[in-house]
């Protein structure tokens, strides 16, 4: 009898180890489902691939555990919604452009892009290491929500234009989609300026509704058509490093475990860095071929005069828009400081070296 009340004990303890075990393991391997809300329709490469690529990264590292499902804007329906979507709960994440807000929170506005501001490199250089990401942080505090770096486009393009920009009253009276801050320099310099989504912008300059449009660069315009309607294309000067921005709902992450925030701010990172990269060679690529398959674009740069007026638009309207600012004024003394300190190295590297051997 003692040998067989050992043995069911013995049973008795390995059946609750066991279960014991089994439960410790099942709460190890919690699935996480999440949404993600874009401002990109589904074919728009390669914003809509920064996601589309963090979504695969991040279910491939944690083993299944985090699951990110990416709902582009024909789904949701609403663009430029993305950050009352996130705020709200409606959505986990978001990916968008921090200046299609400005409206709603002015501080913003700065996180995409300023113009005449710093290039890519600086741009992340004072994200990661110059105060940048902690300033982002405490802008979007206030929606309960956390920013980071999404992926940049680079320098982008002027814009297209129907007819030649020759002078400052050559831009008078255009209609022209322009964001951010530079949309606010053109309207100081007698524009009307609206802001479309994506995917009516070739629509929108087919039916005279704007008689101009900035996108982004040849990488992604071009295949757009705009060039059918308004040849002119001017280079760049109101978005030197767009940023777009990752949203993610705080009280969400802080219910992830550990490892997989970890999982999904690397993810984060690297999917940015792709974005801009995978940018950067569709618009090399476009541009190599521009003359060749596309010879009725016509390249141009805006005259000194046309961008002596822009620039003297921008710096009365930052001394304006930050009278009762603060922390928006925060935020570009330290852009402007970092542009400082950070251009006479950009100067001496990559400045010299491209105007030494062009």
Known sequence: MKILRWRLLNLLIIATLTAVLSSVSFAKEKVYKWKLATTWGPTLSPFIDAPKNLSKMVEEMSNGRLIIRVDASNKHKSAFGILDMVKGGQYDMGHSASYYWKGKDINTMPLTTMPFGMTTPEQYAWFYHGGGLELMQKVYKKHKVLSFPGGNTGNQMGGWFKKEINSVDDLKGLKMRIPGFAGEVMAKLGLTVTNIAPGELYTSLERGTIDALEWVGPGMDIKMGFHKIAPYYYT???????????????????????????????????????????????????????????????????????????????????????????????????????????????????????????
């Not at 949203?247 to 969400?252: A, D, F, S």
Request: aromatic share 10%; glycine share 0%.
């Open 236 to 358: 760049g000067w109101h978005e030197p490093s767009t940023e777009l921005q990752y949203l993610v709902n705080q009280k969400k992450f802080n219910k992830l475990p550990k490892d997989l925030q970890q999982i999904l701010l690397t993810a984060i990172k690297v999917t940015a860095y792709d974005m801009y990269i995978q940018n950067y060679d569709m618009s090399a690529e476009s541009w190599s071929k521009i003359s060749t398959d596309y010879p009725d674009i016509k390249i141009k740069t805006f005259p000194k005069p046309v961008l002596d007026a822009m620039k003297k638009a921008n710096a009365e309207l930052l001394v304006e828009k930050t009278k009762d600012q603060p922390l928006l004024k925060e935020i570009l003394d330290s852009q402007a400081a970092y542009q400082k300190k950070v251009r006479e190295w950009t100067k001496m590297s990559d400045y010299l070296y491209l105007k030494d051997n062009l």
